[in-house]
């Protein structure tokens, strides 16, 4: 018997769309609604990965750059997952 596992997944992308200027708290509500729904409608509990992509706004309505020290753009921050309390990695 030949059990076929593919080597790399070609699952289905979920994206959640956030429509309107919001503040970055008001987003994060949102989609941490979104993230909810998913969990408890559809069942979704974890994910190989996530894009969020943002448009920086001045609060009324036009673009604006966030920038480095530098001057330079700022076009990527990276995660690797979220913060773990030394607490949890304790063994006791």
Do not use: W
């Amino acid at each position: 018997m030949e059990i076929n596992t593919p080597t790399k997944s070609i699952g289905l992308k979920v994206k959640i769309k956030v429509k309107g200027e919001h503040t970055l708290a008001g987003i994060r509500q949102a989609v941490f609604e979104k993230l909810h729904e998913a969990e408890q409608r559809y069942g979704v509990r974890f994910s190989i990965e996530a894009t969020l992509y943002i448009r920086p706004s001045n609060g009324f309505g036009a673009d604006t750059v966030p920038r480095r020290r530098n001057g330079e753009p700022i076009k990527c921050l990276y995660s690797t997952g979220p913060y773990t309390p030394a607490a949890e990695e304790y063994d006791a």
